[in-house]
């Protein structure tokens, strides 16, 4: 089994099936988001003409939010899955973030809770997108002033619970929607097991081949719910013995498309290393610390044919490559890097 091949073809990185970029979040479940310009990049990449406009627009219209769900990080969901993975992730994400507010020393009532939100939301809705300077402008003008991360706690908790979700894609800032507006309210939910069955299904469908450790990693969740999950796909998913661990696979897994030689400059934070644990699948391990840190910063990175070999830079206006791994050449990248140029004019 080349798992690094199988992983580029059904993570839409090499031969992507899909057009809108709408089209390939909703095919991924969640991508993460943690780099607000370079998410754009994340999910483009992945369709077969990348557009920066086509982004913007999908973002912008609601079909693409981004909010904190999983692991209390930033992702972007399709707006038709936002209250199916808000209702199964936002307890565990609730849980992990009143975790980091307790090692930071920060309590926060129930009451002030409920009263932030409501400003919160009201600035959201008159507004239509509302950055955070506006949030804090608003609580100012009711002589409620609080520093820059107990503010940044509220407004993470207002998404857990549905009130906000991303706003309009500006370049650099990230904004906010009254959720109620951008997506629709709550509907009927389907019952725990369905959603369990179809959050497992899109993670394996797109991240294939993995473990059941890369799923609770990548989702958050305990390990019973991540296993029963496994269990409702039944035989739709089988195991296959890859370098000691077990991987699944989906009976439709892609096999055809991948092309040796290719090189693919990959954002940071990208859902090819942070979709698992079993990284060294695609990350010589090492060269861990070029790709990312223990702190959870991860880095722009090149593959090629799948295997992690170098770094690039995403800002600058020339292809600067820094290769870590012997036999790369340089003048193959910029096959990769035209592709990105287009990507950001169109």
């Not at 979040?25 to 483009?44: D, F, L």
């Not at 307890?91 to 090692?103: H, L």
């Not at 507006?181 to 069955?197: C, F, I, Y």
Request: charged share 30%; proline share 4%; net charge positive.
């Amino acid at each position: 089994m080349n798992a690094a091949a199988l992983r580029l073809l059904n993570q839409q990185l090499v031969a992507p099936q899909y057009s809108d970029p709408a089209e390939v979040v909703s095919y991924m479940g969640a991508i993460q988001a943690q780099e607000y310009r370079m998410m754009r990049w994340a999910v483009t990449m992945r369709t077969r003409k990348p557009s920066a406009k086509a982004f913007k627009e999908a973002f912008d219209s609601g079909r693409i939010i981004r909010l904190h769900l999983m692991r209390g990080t930033w992702q972007l969901v399709a707006a038709e899955d936002y209250w199916m993975m808000t209702d199964l992730c936002a307890p565990k994400a609730i849980s992990v973030t009143k975790g980091w507010m307790s090692s930071n020393k920060i309590s926060i009532p129930d009451e002030e809770y409920l009263r932030i939100r409501d400003i919160l939301a009201q600035t959201a809705a008159d507004r239509g997108s509302a950055t955070k300077e506006d949030f804090a402008r608003a609580l100012a003008e009711r002589d409620i002033r609080m520093d820059d991360h107990r503010l940044s706690y509220h407004i993470r908790m207002s998404e857990f619970t549905g009130t906000l979700c991303s706003g309009d894609l500006l370049p650099m800032k990230a904004t906010y929607a009254l959720t109620e507006n951008k997506v629709g309210g709550k509907p009927a939910l389907e019952d725990r097991d369905t959603t369990l069955m179809r959050f497992a299904r899109k993670y394996f469908q797109s991240r294939q081949p993995a473990t059941l450790e890369d799923f609770v990693w990548w989702s958050g969740l305990n390990i019973s719910d991540c296993r029963k999950g496994i269990a409702l796909l039944g035989d739709t998913l089988h195991l296959e013995r890859h370098k000691g661990r077990d991987f699944y696979l989906t009976d439709d897994c892609r096999t055809r498309g991948f092309r040796k030689g290719q090189y693919l400059l990959i954002p940071p934070y990208d859902e090819y290393l942070i979709g698992y644990k079993s990284r060294d699948i695609a990350l010589p391990p090492e060269h861990q610390h070029r790709a990312h840190n223990n702190r959870g910063i991860f880095q722009p990175i090149i593959a090629r044919d799948g295997i992690i070999c170098g770094n690039w830079s995403p800002y600058r206006d020339g292809c600067q490559v820094d290769f870590f791994e012997d036999g790369a050449n340089p003048e193959e990248v910029q096959e990769a890097w035209q592709k990105y140029r287009k990507y950001r004019l169109r």
